[in-house]
Structure formats: C-alpha cells, structure tokens
C-alpha cells in the first residue's frame, strides 16, 4: 500500500501508510428492505469562464455520471437538494436543468429511483414577501418539476420563514401545495445546522412545538405525503416523530450522526434513508442495507459501524460546510478530475479537516483505488506547502 506524508495539528509531517478497500466496495446484491436515498452532489465544471462565486459552471457528464454510479448499487437519489449546494451556489435555473438531465438519465437505467427538491429559492427571504407569494413559488417549481416527470421532495422555504407570522401560515401553505401535487411527496424538514436561515421553522425554534405544528398538517394531508425527512441530528426528536406519524407516512432519516442505529430501527418501528452521507459512503450502505436484508445483523454493524465517525467529521459544526468533505472523498476516489466547488466552496474546510476525513474514510474501507488515492492527495498537500 502507498504512502503519504500529511500535517499534524503540532504543524510538522508523519508518514501514513494507506489500508485499501474493503471486500465488500463495489460488489454485492442491492436487495435493500429499506428505501435508500443519496443526496449527490454536483461536479463543478472548472473549464467555463466564469465568476465561480456568483455564477455556477457545471461538468453535466460527470454529474450524472456519479448518479449512474449510485443507481448502480442500488441507491436511489434525492436530486437538487442542499448536497448539491441547492440554495448555496447552486441557483433554480441551473437545479432545474440538474432535474431533468437526472430523471431523463433514470428512465434509461432500469430501476432507478430519482425524486427531485422543490423549493422557493427563486426568491429572495425579506419580511415584505406574503404567504401567497410563498406559495407561487413553490407551485412554479411543482409544475416545472412535475413536466419532466419528476417525483417531489418538498423542501424547506427560507421564504416561508421570513413569511410567516405563525403556525398557521405554515399549515396554509402546506395545505395548499399538497393539495395539488400529483404523487405523494417527501417533505424535508432542515434544521437550522444545516441552514441557519430556517431556524424556527414550523413556527417555533422549540422543535417539539414545531414537530407537532409538522404532524398536524401531515396528519391532514396524509393521502399526499410518502414521507418525512427528519435532518435535526437529534435522533430522540427523530425516534419521537416516526412515532407520531399517521400509518403509512414513512419516516426518512436524515440524521448523519445516528443513521445506522435509525435505520436498524427498534421493536416500534424504523427510518428509511434520506442522507448526504451516503454521496460518500455509497458503496458500504449498499453492502450494509443488503446485509440487513438477508438478515445478516453482524455485517451490517461491521460495515456501518466503521463510517460513523467519519459521517460524524464531515458534518461536524459548521454543518453547513460538509459539501467540501464529500466533494474531497469524490476526488480522492476518482469520481472526478478535480476538487474544485461551484461557490469556491473547496475552501469552506480547513486541510487537516479533510486530512481527517481522508484517514476515516480509508478506515472505514472507502478509497477504493490507494494509488490513485495517494497521487491527489500528494497533490493536494503540494498546493497547501506540504512537502
């Protein structure tokens, strides 16, 4: 195995030898008794003349490329959402264009499961917008999306927060929207870590009064929901919730932090999946959720266990900058030819950040090619001074 030399905290250099893949990267059956989302990131596109903090280049082959990738061990995506720096350099146009090149590419690859984020990030938060102009942003994203043949994850509305004036405004928007959409939708409840501007969403900054504002309206809109993502990294709020959700409303965890517990679930119940993490840690969720499914409870510890840590690195406070880790991982593995962001946001995490998440995520036999590995990573070290 290859070695590199990396910083330490103590500002000198050791020696790191690389582990290499587990068995189990790249191979196995995809029969999953849970439903398995990957939020994917996007390839940003660093041949376009452009101005990288204000107007997004995307490479649109290796973007969907990675998708194909995910289908390929039976994942499915949750496309245009905050991994794919939704509402953080990634702008409505651009997500649209993102949608449709996904859902005409999942058409052509026999099971493939895409849903898409509709959201209200064409416009801009401000006290002086009305509940009604919340609502026809959302109706212009539902129909655009719904043309391409897209299925809906209703996200949370930065618009929405600045909007309200209570619980009820929340109810009359939600009530509204879901009583038009053609499917079932996931609605998508994003805490505050990941996105300060939707602290106090539902109406409250106490997430138990704001769960039960939530319930409420699932519960009155039950025949238009499939499910809830829940992304508070909280896992008794999430334990809490799917306990309150009427029959036949899944419960989709989006907490990076406790996953694999959620997942396996307890004697009342379990979530599905809805999570950045699994952009990264692909190929051992595929192994792990097919493992659980044959009833192998050991295997599936024995691979999740290990990407835990690394989950719990990457979306480490400010949560808000993850993407930066998970792009770093996509480089280092090959699912791209440079680690470079739309937003210039390969520089939202420090080097001994992604250090660490380098020396996790071969730990948890996640870098499937230790030379190719090795060779960026040197690279990278290069353009920080390390010698």
């Known amino acids: 195995m290859p070695v590199v030399n990396l910083p330490t905290r103590e500002g000198r250099t050791e020696a790191y030898r690389l582990r290499g893949p587990q068995s189990w990267n790249g191979n196995g059956q995809h029969k999953f008794d849970r439903i398995a989302l990957a939020a994917a990131h996007v390839v940003a ?11 997004p280049a995307i490479d649109w082959d290796q973007t969907i490329a990675y ?10 995506v949750a496309e245009a959402m905050d991994t794919a720096q939704r509402g953080g350099g990634l702008d409505w146009p651009n997500a649209l264009e993102l949608i449709r090149r996904s859902v005409e590419a999942a058409k052509e690859t026999p099971g493939a499961v895409v849903f898409s984020g ?21 109706e212009e994203q539902i129909s655009a999306v719904e043309a391409v043949g897209g299925r809906i994850v209703l996200m949370s509305s930065r618009a929405l927060v600045a909007a309200a004036k209570s619980p009820d405004d929340y109810a009359k928007v939600y009530d509204r929207i879901l009583g038009q959409v053609r499917e ?26 704001a769960m039960d504002v939530c319930v409420d309206i699932i519960t009155d809109n039950a025949a238009k929901v499939d499910g809830i993502k829940l992304s508070l990294l909280d896992k008794g709020h ?3 919730m799917r306990r309150k959700l ?4 899944r419960c989709y965890t989006g907490d990076d932090f406790n996953f694999a517990e959620l997942i396996a679930g307890d004697e009342q119940g379990f979530s599905h999946a809805l999570l950045g993490i699994f952009d990264v840690i692909a190929p051992a969720a595929s192994a792990a959720l097919a493992a659980r499914a044959r ?56 080097l001994l950040h992604l250090v660490e998440a380098f020396k996790l995520a071969d730990a948890a036999g996640l870098i499937r090619d230790p030379d190719l590995a090795a060779s960026r990573l040197n690279d990278v070290m290069r353009t920080h001074g390390v010698a």
Do not use: C
Not at 306 to 331: C, D, E, M, N
């Open 67 to 76: 998708r194909k990738y995910l289908w390929s061990l039976g994942l499915g």
């Open 118 to 138: 509709v959201g209200t990030d064409q416009l801009a938060p401000a006290s002086s917008l009305s509940i009604d102009d919340v609502i026809r942003a959302y």
């Open 246 to 249: 009427p029959q036949g409303v």
């Open 184 to 209: 079932p939708v996931i609605i998508h409840w994003l805490g505050d870590m990941f996105d300060p501007a939707l602290k106090g969403y539902w109406g409250s900054d106490d997430h138990l009064k």
């Open 295 to 350: 009833g192998d409870h050991d295997a599936y510890w024995k691979i999740f266990e290990p990407t835990v840590p690394l989950s719990r690195h990457i979306f480490k406070a400010p949560t808000r900058f993850y993407k930066t880790g998970v792009v770093f991982l996509a480089y280092l593995n090959g699912h791209q030819k440079h680690f470079l962001m739309i937003g210039g946001q390969q520089s939202a995490r420090s």
């Open 238 to 240: 999430e334990i809490r």
């Open 45 to 55: 596109d660093p041949f376009v003349d452009n101005d990288p903090w204000v107007t």
